[in-house]
């Protein structure tokens, strides 16, 4: 398999709840690259968020988080930039302790 060319583009971008929610999933015939990550809390409470990259058929848990109880304070946004890739049926997923919370996804799409 060969993944030559690499869209980029948004992945995600969702208000998140207090329970665990795909809010990405890896397509099939393709791989994505997580290039960045920003967490805006537009609560005026400071406010702990959860963000797992889960590969297909496991559940979200401390093993494959990248975030975890992390503190975003009241009116600030947190970007985290990296390279992770995911492979078809792999999820993101996350939770915050309490509504107020978006996290928008970047990065790009390569197909066979």
Do not use: H
Request: aromatic share 8%.
């Amino acid at each position: 398999m060969a993944y030559q060319a690499v869209t980029p583009r948004r992945l995600a971008q969702a208000a998140v709840t207090v329970d665990y929610l795909a809010i990405f999933t890896g397509t099939t015939n393709s791989r994505t690259y997580v290039k960045d990550i920003d967490i805006c809390n537009t609560s005026s409470s400071a406010r702990r968020i959860y963000i797992s990259l889960v590969p297909d058929q496991e559940v979200v848990g401390v093993n494959n988080a990248i975030f975890y109880n992390a503190l975003i304070p009241a009116y600030t946004t947190v970007q985290w930039t990296g390279a992770q890739i995911l492979n078809a049926g792999d999820t993101v997923q996350a939770k915050a302790d309490a509504v107020g919370v978006t996290v928008t996804i970047t990065g790009g799409e390569a197909t066979e």
